[in-house]
Every structure is written in structure tokens, then in C-alpha cells.
């Protein structure tokens, strides 16, 4: 059952996947928390743009996106604190023009031979060593960030107002969450592309939730089950010769339903 530990990039492809489980699971959980799921996928799908404008001027795509989704985090931060009964218009509007911009950016690209599957679907069996290695610092900035402000995370999650009254600066908080959720984008992208991240970012959280009783535990499960998402769904991919990104989302997604189910269930039985 194990013996693909044996290829260099199946072991490279579970480290990366285990990294992004934990980045995910915990901004995933504030993502869930603070109703902000469709802003999180709304930057996820501008930061196309980047990939585009990077590969025009010819530098790494990963960077173009992680520079256009903190751009955009910011804009669509600026959009939904100030406009909330707006922004669902206003991110659409950001999410469909980001695309369009890393469209047209790739057209106009010389010598056009850029692997589009690979950003829209990810490419998790490819990721070097190098990258891994990227990833860990990015993994500890979010631990660590997160850890020192757990009560003024928690605080303007499940009550905004109150946390205004103590003094807790609401928006720059807010804004700060915005970075750190283009950041895990940033890496989710690498594994199962930009048109998954959305769910890769909501399901483990959502499930997670419903078992949990405060934030911490949440987080806790929802990289637990990012993890095991993410190990069964590479397992299955390498077994059964399937996409690996797309096969990750789908163990996630039938678990997300069997969850939803058992809780329906219940509700019925009491």
C-alpha cells in the first residue's frame, strides 16, 4: 500500500501537502469563522493575473501570484469592511477581471508554451525541494502569528463589536487576516490549483466545526483532516492514475457529505 514512498516526488508531494494542510486549517478556520469563504476563493482566482503578468515579463509565477493576492487581499479587505453590502458584487467583479488580466497576459506571452492545467488543477507530484522549503517559513509565520494573537483573532471572529469595545483594533486585525489568507492561497495553488482552493480552504473547517467547541480545536481537526484529505487523495491518484489535486478535493468533498449526512441524521433522531 506505501510502496509509492519509495519515488522521491510522492514523498515531496505529501510533505507539501501536509505543509498546506496546516496553513490551510488554521486561516481555513478564521476563513469559515468569519463568513468570508467567497472573498477567500475571490482571491484566489484574481491572483491568476499575477500568474499571467509574471509569465509575460518572465519571472516565477508563483511570485507574480503571491504579489497580486496580497494586492487584492487588500482591495477586497478595504471593499468588505467598509462596503458589506456591496462586496459580494465587488469581489466578483476583482475575482473575474484577475482572470481575465492572467488570460490575456498569457496570450500576449512569447513563444506561448505555458502549462495552464497545471496552475488551474495543480501539480502537487512537481513540487521541487526548493519549495518545500519555502513553504516551512510561510507555515511558522502563519503558527506563529496566530498563536501571539489567538484572543484577538478569536475575539473579532465570533464578536466584532465587543472586541471594538476593549480596544482590539478590528481592522487592522481584519487586514492581517486578509495577507495571511492570500499567503495560504499562494500555497494551496501549488497543489490543487486555483479553481480548487476554495474548497481545500472551507471543507476541513467546516467539518471540523461541527465537532469542536472552541477555535483552537477547530484548527486543530481541520489540519488533522486537511492531512488525511490530502494523504487518501494522493494514495487514490497514484493507484488509480487520476489527477492528484482533483482527487484530493473529491475525498474531500465525499467527506464533507457523509459529514452533513451523519448530521442530518442526528437532527432527525433527536
Known sequence: MWDFLQFEFMRNAILAGVLVSIACGIIGSLI???????????IAHAAYGGIG???????????????????????????????????DTIVSVLWA??????????????GYNVDLMSFLFGSILTVPANDILFMVPLDLFILITVSA?????????????????????????????????????????????????????SIPPYIAEKYTRSLGEMMLVSCFLGVLFTLVGLWLSYRYDLTSGATIILVSGAAFFISHGLGMIRKAGS
Open 53 to 87: 503578468l509574471a509569465f509575460f515579463l518572465g519571472f516565477s509565477p508563483y511570485l507574480g501570484a503571491a504579489f497580486f493576492a496580497l494586492a487584492v487581499s487588500m482591495v477586497m479587505g478595504i471593499v468588505s469592511s467598509n462596503r458589506k453590502h456591496r462586496s
Open 149 to 201: 494573537f489567538y484572543k484577538e483573532f478569536t475575539a473579532i471572529s465570533y464578536d466584532e463589536e465587543f472586541a471594538f469595545v476593549v480596544g482590539i483594533p478590528v481592522k487592522l486585525f481584519y487586514f492581517f487576516l486578509m495577507g495571511m489568507t492570500a499567503i495560504a492561497v499562494v500555497m494551496t495553488i501549488r497543489v490543487v490549483g486555483l479553481i480548487l482552493v476554495i474548497a481545500l480552504v
Open 32 to 42: 469559515v469563522v468569519n463568513r468570508i469563504v467567497f472573498i477567500s476563493g475571490g
Open 97 to 110: 477581471v484577475g482572470m481575465a488580466l492572467g488570460i490575456v497576459f498569457v496570450d500576449m506571452t512569447p
